[in-house]
């Protein structure tokens, strides 16, 4: 069974070798992105360490911030956003307190997030605001399986990120055909390469079995292609601007959330 304790001394490596291969390469964004690493593994790994109620915190942090920069995506009025990040922070919290009541209170989310444009006679907009308030919900309540995945969650969440950066720097130097259209700048070689890399994370993590793999291999390449469509849709190409390297939380965290879902489909 893998610990947050047998994960440390491994992130904490990954993180000293990235900062070696940064400074040979002398590349300016390449040395941004690894100072939001260096800062935010820390944070994220302390926080799985509390076990239950750290990871539930992060996950409502994490999750209150995607709804924000989702919300300016898809053009919500600051009451979605409130209702809807009420609602994510709902499931994280039962998944916490009250784990068999975890549907019950994604019910009550989307019963919440139905209403706003309903009680507001929206005509206009209210079956947009509807829908993405909905696919909202979906999307980043799966953050709730971070708690009782517990160290999992992080092992995954380490691999998923290995294999964005193989897939995108392994594209750019293999090429071939395009993933999709709605991400041109990925390749098949990449996702490819990128999927082994991530299975070869979870075996050197001892979190490797076919549930993880597929929750790699597929639900990562899948989420990141989910947040293309919403950000072509929206017209923009991050999610946010605050994040040194990565735009928004969104553009950093898209491959976790689908990872996630179909890791709890298959679990």
């Not at 893998?2 to 993180?15: K, Q, R």
């Not at 993880?212 to 017209?235: C, H, T, W």
């Amino acid at each position: 069974m893998i610990t947050v304790a047998s994960l440390a001394p491994f992130l904490g490596g990954a993180l000293v070798l990235g900062g070696i291969g940064v400074a040979v390469s002398r590349r300016r964004e390449l040395l941004i992105r690894w100072c939001a690493w260096a800062v935010g593994v820390p944070l994220v790994t302390g926080a799985f360490w509390l076990g239950h109620p750290g990871t539930a915190a992060i996950a409502i942090v994490v999750g209150v911030i995607g709804v924000l920069e989702f919300g300016g995506l898809m053009r919500l009025a600051w009451v979605d956003r409130a209702v809807l990040a009420a609602a994510v922070t709902g499931v994280v919290l039962a998944a916490w307190l009250a784990p068999g009541e975890v549907l019950r209170a994604l019910a009550i989310g989307a019963l919440a997030v139905a209403a706003v444009p309903l009680l507001a006679g929206d005509a206009d907009h209210g079956l947009r605001r509807l829908c993405a308030g909905l696919l909202g919900l979906a999307w980043l309540s799966v953050l709730a399986a971070l708690v009782p995945l517990g160290a999992s969650g992080l092992a995954l969440f380490v691999a998923v990120s290995v294999a964005d950066i193989v897939a995108y720097f392994a594209g750019q130097r293999l090429g071939g055909p395009r993933l999709s259209p709605l991400s041109p700048a990925k390749r098949w070689s990449g996702t490819l390469a990128g999927a082994t890399a991530g299975l070869g994370t979870l075996a050197v993590l001892s979190a490797l079995s076919w549930p993880m793999a597929i929750a790699v291999a597929v639900g990562g390449p899948a989420g990141d292609l989910l947040e293309s469509m919403v950000k072509r849709g929206a017209q923009t190409k991050d999610a946010g601007q605050w994040l040194a390297g990565s735009g928004g939380l969104l553009d950093r965290i898209d491959s976790l959330l689908i990872a996630l879902a179909v890791l709890l489909v298959l679990r």
